[in-house]
């Protein structure tokens, strides 16, 4: 599979003048939060090089959606940084209210790095609430949001 056939229908990058700007889409709001992920790691390599070898599991709260998404996507980029891994496959299996937080439980898939194997391209700093968008309203839903390079 292309980086082309990867991003069609999932994420499209919009113009920032220094950072990345990200639109990702999802047919629910769990396939739009993958989509992100998969975003994020398209930023740093090619993900279709990276095979789903190693399964985790991730559970995580936020406040509201914004902030849900960007807890998901920073435990991500510290789960890359801590564990030396990229990660190329995202089943979320729920996104819920739970009291007054939402919820997000999930397995994801991917391997250590390995510079042999994986293209480096841009180097992540930061996920970032700049212009988080999430949009429930329209079909599919969008997700837009800034990492920080």
């Known amino acids: 599979m292309s980086d082309k056939e990867i991003q069609e229908n999932r994420f499209k990058f919009l ?10 889409y999802g047919g629910s709001l769990e396939e739009a939060y993958a989509n992100a992920a998969i975003a994020m790691f398209q930023v740093m ?7 789903p070898k190693k399964e985790e599991s991730i559970e ?11 807890s ?5 980029l510290v789960r890359h940084e801590i564990k030396n891994r990229l990660y190329s496959r995202f089943d979320i299996e729920r996104i819920k209210v739970k009291k007054e937080s939402y919820n997000l439980k999930a397995k994801i ?3 250590d790095l390995n510079f042999s194997k994986h293209p480096s391209k841009t180097e992540v700093k930061a996920v970032t609430f700049h212009m988080m968008e999430i949009n429930q309203e329209v079909v599919p839903i969008r997700i837009r949001f800034v990492l920080d390079l």
């Not at 995580?60 to 960007?70: A, F, M, N, V, W």
């Open 15 to 24: 113009e920032h003048t220094a950072d990345a700007y990200i639109e990702a």
């Open 45 to 51: 390599t090619e993900t279709t090089k990276v095979e």
């Open 60 to 70: 995580i709260e936020g406040k509201d959606l914004s902030s849900l998404l960007y």
């Open 72 to 76: 998901w996507l920073e435990e991500l």
């Open 109 to 111: 898939y991917g391997e």
